[in-house]
């Protein structure tokens, strides 16, 4: 984000370097049980973004002084593996990938019923195969499904996109070019049954208005990322649906 570049990132004609309009987000592909030994697991990709995300629980939580005698704790763990980006990155976990991994466990923990599951842990991994900016957005949708795919009572699920700022114009879901060299990157996460607000972040500046028209397209562009993630949920379970009916005959 460091808002000086010679690079064009809007063009006269309003169209972005990957030939979007402000108001396009990148194709998505969301899939809802890739992975057999976890209890849930979903993939997404956001453009150039590839996101797995693996679930288990609840079950019993470690470490144990983190247990909550009144409810579940959702913990989840990302981490962007070095072979995701092209710069070089150090692998393991860092300040950067442990605030993400917290700002993920608490828009979840709005949406799981934590209650029903004293003591116990959810845990939620998410792994960045490859990067392209909007990671944590890329791997809170997955975990959502993810969530959903394990079974876990949920209020809802969490869809969650970018806007920002870049050559002046407000954006949707801002790639890795714009990113680095526009002037704002606002992540949000919703709860689409309220349009509650559970993720919320900001990254340089923005006018009152601009960030006002930023929330707007996002909300937006979750409400279609929230029907792609109960399209991914549906498709799962008519295959498991005609597996066993197929067992039965
Ligand atoms: P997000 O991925 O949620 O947008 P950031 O704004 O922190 O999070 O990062 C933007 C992008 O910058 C990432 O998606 C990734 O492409 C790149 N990036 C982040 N951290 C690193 C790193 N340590 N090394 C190389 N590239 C990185």
Do not use: W
């Amino acid at each position: 984000m460091s808002g000086h570049t010679d690079m064009v990132l809007v063009d006269e004609k309003g169209m972005r370097i990957d030939g979007r309009t402000a108001e396009q987000h990148r194709p998505i592909k969301i899939e809802a049980g890739v992975l057999n030994n976890a209890d849930g697991s979903a993939y997404v990709e956001i453009g150039k973004n590839k996101v797995l995300a693996a679930v288990y629980g609840p079950r019993e939580c470690h470490p144990r002084h983190l247990q909550d005698p009144t409810k579940a704790i959702v913990q989840c763990k990302y981490n962007m593996q070095a072979f995701s980006v092209s710069d070089r990155k150090r692998p393991g976990p860092d300040r950067r990938s442990i605030e993400i991994s917290k700002i993920i466990s608490e828009a979840l923990e709005k949406v799981v019923l934590t209650e029903l599951y004293p003591r116990a842990s959810i845990d939620v991994y998410i792994e960045i195969l490859q990067a392209n900016a909007g990671t944590r957005c890329a791997g809170l949708t997955a975990a959502s499904v993810a969530l959903a795919d394990a079974g876990i009572p949920m209020r809802d699920i969490v869809p969650a996109i970018a806007a920002g700022k870049a050559d002046g114009h407000v954006l949707l879901d801002l790639n890795k070019e714009e990113d680095n060299f526009g002037q704002a990157d606002v992540p949000i996460a919703i709860v689409p049954s309220t349009d509650e607000i559970v993720l919320l972040q900001m990254d340089g500046n923005m006018t009152r208005e601009e960030f006002d028209h930023a929330i707007e397209m996002a909300v937006g562009a979750c409400h279609e990322v929230y029907d792609l993630q109960k399209d991914a949920l549906k498709r799962r379970y008519s295959k498991v649906q005609k597996e066993v009916s197929g067992d039965e005959q």
